[in-house]
Each structure stands twice: as structure tokens, then as C-alpha cells.
């Protein structure tokens, strides 16, 4: 079983739900749990949001799972002005931007929708994309 580290118990909220890859391996170095994972459920849908942080600097990891694969995904994403970078990992492909000081990823596989934003560098968001297809 694989290990995910300060993402546990994020993990173990999400595999309640879904088997599908979605929750990273790798935390940049002094992450801590800001707070325990909250999940809430809507009509077709159930939100699982993990709160954390790495020398002071927040971040969070939310994840959706739908009850089938959504017409169209309605969630919005500000950025600022500039295009969404596509990064591929796991054979999906990942839209990388940056909103005001934050950095974001936001990827779509079947039915979950996620989402990882804070204030991280590029470097750490695409090592912890990466973490979550590892074996």
C-alpha cells in the first residue's frame, strides 16, 4: 500500500469514495495539516477539501467526485491574465496557472474534478502531480 504521508488522512477521505488516482504522494519538505480534510456532500456531488501548510504559506488540495461524469465540469478558476500552462502526468493533462500570488492545477479524470492551490512554486505543484500517479 502506498504510503502518502501528511496527505493520509486526506487520502483515506477520497478512498471512501473513489479508487481513481487523485491524491499526491509528495508534500514539499515541513508540511503540516492546517486541519482535517472536510468533505461535503451536494446533489451529484461530494467535496473532500485537505487544508495545509509549509513554512507559514497555505495550501489546499480539493477533489470532487461526481456521482457520474458531469456534461460539463461548472466549477471556475480565476487567473491572472495569461493562458493555462498544460502539464501531463499519468496521461492526463493538468492546466497549471497562476492567480494574484497563488499557483494553481486544476485536471479533470472521468468523474473526480481536481484542484491544488496555494502558495507553492510551480516546481512543488508539478512534484506533487507527479507523486499522484506513482506507484
Known sequence: ?????????????????????????????????AEQPRTSVRNDRTRIVGKYLVDGKEFTIRITIYDAIPESYDTIYQKNDGSAHPYEAGGITHYIVE?????????????????IQ????????QLMIDSIYEE
Open 99 to 115: 492567480n494574484v500570488d497563488n499557483i494553481s492545477a486544476m485536471w479533470t479524470n472521468g468523474y473526480i474534478e481536481g484542484h
Open 118 to 125: 496555494g502558495d507553492i512554486s510551480v516546481k512543488e505543484l
Open 1 to 33: 500500500m502506498a504510503e502518502y504521508g501528511v496527505f493520509d488522512r486526506l487520502y483515506k477521505n477520497v478512498s471512501m469514495e473513489t479508487d481513481i488516482p487523485v491524491v499526491p504522494r509528495w508534500a514539499p519538505e515541513g508540511t503540516e495539516e
